[in-house]
């Protein structure tokens, strides 16, 4: 199966679903893709319903770009291979992992003509490890502050900030508890992707909140 699937330079939205069960996230997908670029099948929805999450949700969205979080430790070809055939467009591999399993993930992406994100979360040293990563030709790097980081004060922004000005070649997308009051502050790095969860799934109009913020967005965008 080759995916062939790739984003334009434009910031895009990705809606990131983690804590709905699958039947509940193809409600949401139904209401909300108009609105959103890029569907992550989250890992807490992979630990529920496995690659199923990703097959049944490209069966329901054909055109859909997804990208599988399944943050690849070890095995990049096998388990970036077992989701590029589930039907993902993008595989997260965690750039704390060796260098030879993120390799592997963008041989393997090469292979389905798919895409490779890094991770960060936990990388201590962001300029020399982003510059080693760069090198193996991976596309996107995911800005990702942890919760526990985030209790201790790390914020994503300081995270988007540094990796900005380090990063030379590679896509940005950024997540941690973006929602459409702080979006903007967000755009003002000119990210690649948007990444929200709560922020849309968490509220009580999932559909409005998805079309505010994509319509902040757009508007950076012109």
Known sequence: MRMEKKMNNMT?????????SLEEALELLKKVSPYIDIAEVGTPLLYRSGLEAVRKIREAFPELYILCDGKIMDAG???????YEAGANCASVLGVTDDATIQACVEEAKKYGTEVSVDTICISNLPKRIAEIEEMGIDYISVHTGVDQQAKGRTPLDDLREIKACAKKSKISVAGGIHVDTVEEYLAYDPDVVIV????????DPVAAAKA??????QHNR
């Open 12 to 20: 895009k939205l990705q809606l990131a679903i983690d804590t709905l």
């Open 77 to 83: 070809a096998y388990e970036s291979g077992e989701q």
């Open 197 to 204: 969860g709560g922020g849309i799934i968490g509220r009580e």
């Open 213 to 218: 913020i994509k319509e902040k967005i757009d």
